[in-house]
């Protein structure tokens, strides 16, 4: 679960846990050695009956819309 991903400084001057953008680039190397990717259309077709997905994959979500999610990650 991701909710800030900021710059070290801006993490500890608000008091905020979080992770810095290469730390979040990081974890993303390791999740795509070991599991595939998928996106919504992917994952839509599916749930309805269509396609497949891999049984190690993984799909990215961020719920709360904070800046963090659409200026940074």
């Known amino acids: 679960m991701y ?3 900021r710059q070290r400084h801006e993490l500890d001057e ?13 974890q993303l190397v390791r ?3 070991e ?4 996106d ?3 994952l839509r077709s599916w749930l309805d009956g269509d ?3 891999p049984p ?3 799909l990215l979500t961020f719920d709360d ?4 999610h659409v200026q940074t990650v």
């Open 14 to 26: 608000q008091w905020l846990r979080g992770i810095t953008p290469e730390e979040f680039d990081a």
């Open 40 to 42: 919504w259309p992917r």
């Open 3 to 5: 909710h800030y991903v």
């Open 65 to 68: 819309g904070l800046a963090d």
């Open 35 to 38: 599991l595939e990717a998928l």
């Open 51 to 53: 396609g497949t997905i």
């Open 31 to 33: 999740l795509t050695r």
């Open 56 to 58: 190690r994959s993984f």
